[in-house]
């Protein structure tokens, strides 16, 4: 159960950290 928390956690992150790569990458490109 940890392990599968720790990487629901971690793939939520990089979920995040994705989308934030995508708004910049927009940004530049706009």
């Known amino acids: 159960i940890k392990l ?3 990487g629901g956690y971690g793939y939520r992150n ?3 950290f ?3 790569v ?3 990458t927009a ?3 706009s």
Do not use: P, S, T, V
């Open 4 to 6: 599968m928390k720790r």
């Open 27 to 29: 940004n530049i490109l």
């Open 22 to 24: 995508r708004l910049e």
């Open 18 to 20: 994705a989308w934030r």
């Open 14 to 16: 990089i979920q995040r």
